[in-house]
């Protein structure tokens, strides 16, 4: 694949079009062709690239951006052992507390190594979960959807060695795969109930009283906002919104007891914020569109430096005319399909 910098061939990165209207059917070929599959995808074959071309672009885009319409296998959700690392059952924690009152030392080991037995496993099934989607990437029809799944990995990070829960992982995965070409604020929404992001940011430990800013920083910062749109205050209020938002086993769980049901200051805005109302008060801030935009715009077509090295206002002419004009769809209801058909059917992109 070649490198996302790299304008087409006889092209400067200087004399790219700044043009956001659609290219012109006739203006649209193999090479046409080739670049979307590159960039929308993970590349095609000759035949599957002369197809789009005779396509033109607007079918062409389309049915990239339609990843429903074309058969495939669904995920199922029994696809991995959910159970490896379930939390032990009530009989058990009593089971572990008799022993450690007792000082049974062999009951005691025996349960450490049924831990360890377990956490060898669900290494084993990450294993096989990395190499499921993989294979998954490398044979879907819907290329697409997959490289947003990956796009929203890249962008939502997080990591096994800290979550250590393999299943996790994998619903993590499905998240990003139902949202792919969503909307985006119903995946910020679905970030904050995610078992996998509560445990990575430590959010499942946050309380009132004791909030854990770990999960409003990173909202902020990297997720929505970017550095310089927000205040440390609006973290320690957001972290306060977002006090008692856990899970237990494999589902989101809202323990009313931890959250703090108090006034808080947020970006301007005051009231009795909960999580939600703390998405909803970042994704009303206009930066927010802008910084995923720009961030969706640097992996499909352009790569851009980070918002702390190059501010918005600072974006090469033509790029920075895209970003604003994604911008301004994605502003409008958060249609991630909208907002990507826009690019890929524009001769800037080409």
């Known amino acids: ?26 203006d649209f070929g193999y090479e046409q062709a080739r670049h979307l599959l590159w960039r929308a995808g993970f590349g095609g074959t000759p035949q599957q690239i002369q197809t789009l071309a005779s396509w033109g672009p607007t079918k062409a885009v389309d049915y990239l951006l339609s990843p429903e ?21 009530a009989e058990q924690r009593q089971m572990y507390r008799e022993a450690q009152k007792a000082g049974d030392e062999d009951a005691l080991a025996k349960v450490r190594l049924m831990r360890q037995e377990r956490e060898r496993l669900d290494r084993r099934q990450i294993a096989e979960v990395q190499k499921w989607w993989l ?24 990591s096994y060695r800290t979550i250590e829960n393999s299943y996790h992982m994998f619903l993590q ?8 070409v969503g909307k985006f604020d119903q995946l910020l929404l679905g970030i904050i109930r995610d078992p996998a992001m509560l445990a990575y940011l430590d959010n499942n430990d946050s309380r009132k009283g004791k909030p854990n800013e770990n999960l409003a920083r990173e909202i902020m910062e990297l997720f929505a906002l970017g550095i310089g749109a927000y205040g440390e205050k609006d973290i320690k209020e957001g972290a306060r919104a977002l006090t008692g938002y856990t899970f237990q086993d494999d589902a989101f769980q809202f323990q009313k007891n931890n ?5 808080k200051t947020i970006l301007g805005k005051s009231g009795k914020w909960n999580g939600e109302d703390f998405v909803k008060i970042i994704l009303a801030q206009p930066a927010c569109a802008m910084f995923i935009a720009r961030k969706m715009y640097g992996f499909f077509a352009e790569e851009l430096p980070p918002t702390e090295r190059m ?7 033509a790029a920075g005319q895209a970003v604003r004009t994604m911008a301004g769809t994605l502003s409008k209801g958060w249609d991630l399909r909208e907002t990507l058909r826009q690019l890929f059917l524009s001769e800037h992109f080409y």
Do not use: C, Y
């Not at 501010?311 to 002419?317: G, H, I, K, T, V």
């Open 1 to 26: 694949m070649p490198s996302v910098t790299q304008p087409p061939a006889g092209q400067t990165a200087k004399s790219r079009t700044a043009n956001m209207s659609p290219i012109k059917p006739q």
């Open 311 to 317: 501010s918005d206002r600072e974006l090469p002419p």
């Open 135 to 158: 294979k998954r990437m490398v044979e879907t029809p819907r290329p697409l959807e997959e490289k947003m799944t990956l796009f929203w990995h890249g962008h939502f990070a997080t």
């Open 69 to 89: 319409q074309v058969e495939f296998d669904k995920v199922k959700a029994d696809l991995f052992d959910r159970d490896i690392m379930a939390p032990p059952s």
């Open 173 to 180: 995965n499905e998240l990003f795969r139902t949202h792919a």
């Open 259 to 263: 959250h703090d049901d108090g006034a």
